[in-house]
């Protein structure tokens, strides 16, 4: 055996490994600027397709969205890999919400996470991919760039498992996300994005969203206690009957039409609704939406377990067309570039909207119409199955002030001025708004109950003169259409001939 064998130097091994090196980089730069990016891809797909043949490992991607839809199986996983303790995991994401108290944390991007069920080793790995930037007009006159991200989660396992992780593992992580998803929610306010960041063709959520921090509940509400037990019993009653729902054939939905004047608590009602069902609101401006497919893709994008809102629902779209005895406007001819900034949302969108095919994307959700006018609004947004409850937001009421006489001054006993309040309550329409703005003016409840009851005697003699003012009006317009009666029957006595624009021009 020859022992005389001479080992590289270590310089020698240092260029040989920078030659190799340099060559790698050089071979690179070749593909990458010769080879077209379709065929680099084709064959890195046809070499992993080959080494996965001799692997007894097998995949299942969990794509972000599923058709339409967000990928509810990605939303349960996505929370579940969150909580798998692996201390070789390198990158986290952080963060903290505002307003919230507990810290978020979720996997990085392309981080690997180890898991067992029931004896079973699973590898979870979260794959982001951004695309290039698109460039997107509007009809506003400009174009702006966007950039938008794809995500997919892989879950790898040893094949002989696949029936097990199936039917059993994935179940088993859609239960967990629910309570884990439930226990850690914070309510959320979600609105329409604008079209500087929206593009509808690209699959991103159109909602932007903010912390509902919004301290209203039942207890505090200024209402009627019958009006409070009848709504908690209703929505009670409305969580408890899925089933019920599915056998009569009918979308699981609930839909409330709250109206009255302004400043009687609609905002509030609503906001009380969202923190007893633990429910998400999304704020829906249907003056924002450009057409009914886009009214359609909105309601399809908000998820179950909330309360969609459309606030002043008589200003939000035309009703003029369902008028008695107007005719169709006719139609208005589009080219290409020319927009409109009128609404398109039509009446007939917007019923398919509540009970339509449409209205079954979804379930457990509640849908709020607020108005000041009920009286613009068409029948046909009233009758049940889309409007199922309807609440008159009042002026307040004697059970009202007590309950903010309370809520401001923290006053549970009788009190001499807040009696005498409650007595100008009862004959003057003032709202809760009004009167909470009142009882604000001071910590002291005497002083804030005097300036209550000083600006109640003002209201009231307001009232009176306004309801003199307008009955002298209707007085004086009486008399002048008597006189006027009376100065034609007069002339048709002295002339004798019949004035031919009062009959309208038929002679």
């Known amino acids: 055996m020859n022992r005389n064998i001479r080992l590289p130097s270590a310089k020698s091994l240092i260029s040989t490994a920078a030659s190799v090196t340099a060559t790698a980089m050089l071979l690179r730069s070749f593909t990458r600027d010769l080879i077209p990016d379709e065929l680099r891809h084709f064959f890195f797909n046809r070499l992993h ?11 299942v991607i969990i794509d972000e969205f599923d058709g339409l839809n967000k990928n509810q199986l990605f939303e349960a996983a996505e929370i579940y890999i969150a909580t798998i303790p692996n201390p070789s995991t390198k990158c986290f994401r952080a963060s903290l919400p505002e307003k919230e108290k507990k810290i978020h944390v979720s996997i990085g991007r392309n981080e690997e996470l180890v898991d067992t069920f029931s004896g079973i080793k699973l590898k979870w ?14 009809s506003s006159g400009y174009n702006y760039s966007m950039k938008s991200e794809v995500k997919y989660i892989v879950l790898c396992f040893h094949q002989k498992h696949k029936i097990k992780v199936i039917d059993e593992y994935l179940p ?10 439930e226990e850690k929610k914070t309510l959320k306010l979600h609105t329409l994005k604008t079209e500087r960041n929206y593009d509808p063709h ?12 919004h301290p209203s509940n039942f207890e505090t509400l200024a209402m009627d206690d019958d009006m409070k037990t009848m709504i908690v019993d209703d929505l009670d009653r409305f969580l408890k009957r899925k089933e019920f729902y599915r056998k009569v054939g009918k979308a699981w939905k609930r839909g409330y039409l709250l109206f009255g004047p302004p400043g009687t608590g609609k905002s509030s009602l609503i906001a009380a609704m969202a923190n007893y069902l633990n429910f998400d ?5 249907l003056t924002d939406i450009r057409c009914n497919s886009d009214l359609r893709k909105l309601v399809i994008s908000t998820a179950n377990r909330s309360i969609l809102v459309v606030e002043d629902i008589d200003a939000s779209i035309d009703l003029s067309q369902r008028k008695k005895g107007e005719p169709k406007p006719p139609p208005q001819l589009f080219f290409l570039g020319q927009s409109s900034q009128e609404p398109k949302v039509t009446l007939s969108g917007l019923l398919n909207f509540i009970d339509g095919l449409w209205s079954s994307c979804g379930d457990e959700r509640i849908i709020v119409f607020t108005t000041n006018h009920i009286e613009k609004l068409d ?3 009233l009758r049940p ?36 309040a409650e007595g100008l309550i009862s004959s003057t329409k003032v709202t809760p708004a009004e009167v909470g703005e009142q009882l604000l003016k001071s910590d002291d409840p005497a002083v804030a109950l005097k300036g209550l009851i000083e600006f109640l005697d003002c209201k009231k003699e307001s009232e009176m003169s306004g309801e003199e003012e307008e009955e002298e009006e209707v007085t004086t ?13 007069e002339g048709l006595e002295n002339e004798n001939e019949v004035p031919i624009e009062f009959l309208g021009g038929n002679f």
């Not at 088993?172 to 998803?181: A, Q, Y």
């Not at 609101?281 to 401006?285: F, G, T």
């Open 477 to 489: 317009k009486q008399e002048e259409e008597n006189n006027s009666l009376m100065g034609w029957e």
């Open 172 to 181: 088993f992580i859609l239960e967990k996300s629910k309570s884990l998803k």
């Open 125 to 138: 790995s979260l794959v982001s991919e951004e695309t290039q930037a698109r460039y997107i007009p509007y």
């Open 379 to 381: 029948p046909a947004l």
């Open 49 to 59: 397709h080959l080494l996965s043949t001799f692997s007894n490992e097998i995949s």
């Open 385 to 420: 199955g889309r409007m199922d409850v309807h609440i008159h937001m009042t002026y307040c009421s004697p059970c009202g002030f007590r309950r903010l006489v309370n809520n401001y001054l923290g006053m549970t006993g009788p009190h001499p001025l807040a009696l005498e």
């Open 281 to 285: 609101v999304y704020d829906l401006e």
């Open 202 to 213: 690209i699959r991103t959520s159109p909602w932007q969203s903010v912390i509902l921090d």
